[in-house]
């Protein structure tokens, strides 16, 4: 015949499992969180990369631009007579 279990003993042991269901929980959400938190530095760090290097295209083109200004302002060299 099976042991018989009481009732403050059924009531611990379910208090137990929940404890331990609680904590395997709390676990896989700490989990969650830590590999949600990396993913956004990781794709902040990408878009910061990436708003740098058009930062840096942009003011090449610029300095192109005002460049290519300056060339165009510039009076055409005369030309010799005979060369």
Do not use: C, F, W
């Amino acid at each position: 015949m099976p042991r018989r279990i009481g009732s403050s003993q059924l009531r611990s042991q379910l208090r137990q499992a929940q404890a331990k269901q609680r904590q395997a929980i709390n676990r896989y959400n700490a989990a969650v969180r830590k590999h949600n938190s990396n993913v956004n530095r990781a794709v902040n760090q990408y878009n910061q990369d990436v708003r740098a290097h058009n930062a840096r295209v942009r003011s090449n083109r610029q300095k192109l631009r005002r460049e290519l200004a300056k060339l165009r302002k510039r009076p055409e060299p005369r030309r010799q007579p005979g060369t």
